[in-house]
């Protein structure tokens, strides 16, 4: 009985791995294309994948950080989706290469007029930004995700030191320091990203790190379930055999 019980305790504990791993999967998340160094310009994507089995995601919309405004934001065009760039003054002007800028991108909306994204399938969504602030070191984007059945998910919680992860994180871009000689950027950055992939492929498409911890942590659950019911049935047999 306490071999079966070990057995049992092993399994359950991959599972409940597995089942707290798999939210990190669903997150709408940012990343840039190479660097995001402070102070430089990056070719930024948010990656959105479909939570749904039933549902077609058909409009995302990022509002951009509004106590670090960007002064160049430009979205990559699309097939299959419609593009809105939303600009708001601002209430303190910004100076980029000497000139004064009086308004900066606040929101970009990209609105599907074919299927979307689909079950199963995520996307990325690519826009070049910059000039990046050299006085932050990340930067949250708050996204909002529609679905063909009108369901609408809020992406807008801020994560806070010291506590756990919210329900629906917002995406979050973190700067790296400038180089020395004055390169704010990295030509990997201007490299074209591919556009639908299925789900299945999300590993190998993308170094986001909290899907990396998930899958982490999902293979030593694994792991961790199937030697403990290997060990009870190893068990098992040697008390049948003696």
Request: glycine share 8%; no cysteine; proline share 6%.
């Amino acid at each position: 009985m306490k071999v079966s019980r070990l057995a049992a305790s092993g399994a359950l504990a991959g599972a409940a791995v597995l089942a707290l791993s798999g939210p990190a999967f669903a997150h709408v998340s940012v990343q840039p294309e190479g660097t995001a160094a402070k102070g430089g310009y990056a070719v930024v994507d948010f990656k959105v994948p479909n939570e749904r089995d039933d549902a077609s995601t058909t409009k995302l919309e990022v509002t951009f950080p509004a106590d670090h405004p960007l002064a160049s934001a430009m979205p990559e065009p699309m097939d299959g989706w419609k593009i809105k760039v939303t600009k708001s003054e601002l209430a303190k002007p910004l100076e980029v290469h000497g000139k004064k800028i009086t308004e900066a991108v606040s929101k970009i909306t990209w609105t599907a007029d074919g299927k979307g994204i689909e079950p199963g399938y995520f996307e990325k969504f690519p826009v070049s930004v910059g000039a990046l602030p050299e006085d932050a070191d990340e930067l949250v984007f708050k996204a909002v995700q529609t679905y063909d059945n009108k369901e609408v998910v809020r992406w807008i919680e801020v994560q806070q030191d010291g506590q756990e992860e919210p329900e629906n994180p917002a995406p979050v871009l973190t700067l790296s320091a400038a180089s020395e000689d004055g390169h704010h950027g990295s030509t990997a950055a201007e490299d074209a990203s591919d556009k639908t992939t299925p789900a299945a492929s999300d590993s190998a498409a993308t170094s986001d790190g909290s899907d990396t911890t998930a899958r982490v942590l999902a293979v030593v659950g694994i792991a961790v379930g199937a030697l403990g019911v290997a060990y009870g049935v190893l068990a098992g047999r040697r008390r049948t055999d003696a």
